[in-house]
Every structure is written in structure tokens, then in C-alpha cells.
């Protein structure tokens, strides 16, 4: 596995990949790495030749400093784990590498009401950061395919709008979420928690399913009102619970005919702030 640090070194280096016709998928990442991303890195290796993975913790995409300063950073192991995984090429670059003062790296699209709703009523900013890192990352490495979770699923929704808008050529893939064995969706935040709240954390994802089954059973404003009740347990505290379009991401009263439904919701286990989410319905 190759290593840079600097655009000039990698973007030398993958030039000379695109001459001999390689496929370039790329996984950008934040670091503390797990089998979550780890599944990325298997499915862009599936698809392309030549798998890029980025380690860049952004500092626009952090609503509080005190977050930004408690990301864990674990360079050491993640290359360790990329290397066992047949990662290609590792980008590691430092803040002036990604937003050098000479360039203007700030996304002027309108996410409609994409960004408005669940992350970003509760992090406001956080999807500029979040647009403005990845089109930055893309800009740098070119790559063919994109690879994301979809444990992100808002962030998803925002990407997929900023490929389309900006009419990028970059083909987005979505990887499933990837789960502990007590269900917990995989997260570099939990290593925050207690061994404990960890394994209670398994409620989240429990509720989600809960929620699944009972689609039919009840409506929306009673699913989302008894998925609170659920979850707000003591250590825990549920931010939101929301049934949503799968699509728009615009809050649903009545599921009806709609054929791509999802529930997404954040929940504070102690300190640390979970996000997860369930696809409802899916007729497309």
C-alpha cells in the first residue's frame, strides 16, 4: 500500500494508474477505522482495480470544537487494518493540503430541504462541511466510483444531490450498514463508550426494527412517539426519531402508497451522540 501525504504525490501517482486503464474507487474516511468502513474497502475492491482510501479528520463538519478535538486519531492501526484489507492507496494529508488559502474549496449549491431536516436541524453547518470536504476529496483523486455507508443515510442523500447538481462523473455506491454482534451499527464513536452502555446501545437498532415490523401496525405519529418512548431509557437520551421519504427526506404523516420509507433518529448514549437508521419500505 502506497502512502501520501501531499494532492501533488498522489495525483502523480493515480495519473499514472488512469494511463494503464485502471478503475479507481475511493473510500474517504475521517480515520478511527473499523469493519464498517473495512466492508467499503472490500466493496470498492469488488468493483474497481484500485482502491484510494482517505484519512482526513475535517474540521468544517464539526458543529463543537470539543468534538473535533475528542475524534479519536489512530493512524498507526488504521494503515494496519487498510494494509490487511488490500487497501491500494492511503491519502493522509494535513488541513493546508485540503483547504490551501489560494483555492476556494466552498460548495454554491442548493440542497433544497435535504440539509434542513434530522442532522441538519440539530448540527446546523454540518452538510456545508460535510459537501464541502467530499467535493474537495473528489476533485483531488478523480476517482470512477465513490463508496459510502449507508449508515449515513442523510449524508448519503446529500452527496447523491451534489454529484447530480454539480453533474460530476463519479458513480456513487452505497455499502450496507455494518453491525456489532448486539446490533449496535459500527462507529469509530463508539469506542467512547463504556463496555456497558455499549452493549445497551444494542436499543437503537432494536427500536428500528421494532419499528419495521410494526409499519403496518400503526401510524406514523404513534411509531415515531412509541420508538421515543423506547429508547429514552436512563444513560440514554433520543435527539430524534423520524420517519421520513426515503428520497426528499421530508418528515411523512402517513406512510400511504410511497414506496421508499425510511426512520432515521440520533440518540445520546452518555456523551456520545449515535446515529442509525431503517429502511422501512422499499418498492423502487
Not at 90 to 97: I, Y
Not at 143 to 169: T, Y
Not at 243 to 263: E, F, H, M, N, W
Amino acid at each position: 500500500m502506497k502512502v501520501y501525504k501531499t494532492v501533488k504525490g498522489l495525483q502523480n501517482h493515480i495519473a499514472k494508474l488512469k494511463k494503464s486503464k485502471k478503475r479507481i474507487g475511493y473510500v474517504p474516511t475521517l480515520g478511527a477505522l473499523h469493519d464498517g468502513h473495512m466492508s467499503l474497502i472490500h466493496k470498492s475492491n469488488e468493483q474497481c482495480d484500485i482502491t484510494v482510501c482517505s484519512i482526513f479528520v475535517n474540521p468544517t463538519q464539526f458543529n463543537e470544537k470539543s468534538d473535533l478535538s475528542k475524534y479519536p486519531r489512530t493512524f498507526d492501526a488504521d494503515s494496519k487494518l487498510l494494509k490487511e484489507n488490500n487497501c491500494d492507496v492511503l491519502f493522509f494529508p494535513d488541513v493546508k493540503q485540503i483547504y490551501p488559502k489560494d483555492v476556494d474549496t466552498r460548495v454554491k449549491i442548493d440542497f433544497g430541504k435535504l440539509d434542513s431536516v434530522m442532522e441538519g436541524a440539530h448540527r446546523p453547518g454540518h452538510f456545508d462541511g460535510v459537501a464541502q470536504v467530499v467535493k474537495r476529496l473528489l476533485d483531488i483523486v478523480k476517482p470512477h466510483e465513490l463508496v459510502m455507508g449507508q449508515k449515513d443515510f442523510q449524508q448519503v442523500a446529500i452527496i447523491r444531490h451534489m454529484l447530480s447538481a454539480l453533474k460530476m462523473k463519479t458513480k456513487l455506491v452505497i455499502g450496507p450498514t455494518v453491525r456489532e454482534d448486539h446490533g449496535l451499527a459500527m462507529s469509530s464513536r463508539n469506542e467512547r463508550l463504556s463496555k456497558k452502555l455499549r452493549q445497551e446501545a444494542a436499543i437503537i437498532n432494536k427500536t428500528l426494527l421494532w419499528v419495521k415490523d410494526n409499519v403496518k401496525k400503526y401510524d406514523v405519529p404513534t411509531l415515531e412517539k412509541k420508538a421515543i418512548k423506547k429508547m429514552n431509557l436512563p444513560k440514554f437520551k433520543p435527539e430524534y426519531f423520524e420517519i421520513a421519504d426515503g428520497i426528499t427526506l421530508q418528515p411523512i404523516k402517513t406512510i400511504g402508497r410511497k414506496k421508499y420509507v425510511v426512520a432515521c433518529t440520533a440518540v445520546w448514549a452518555g456523551k456520545v451522540r449515535l446515529i442509525d437508521n431503517c429502511v422501512l419500505i422499499d418498492k423502487l
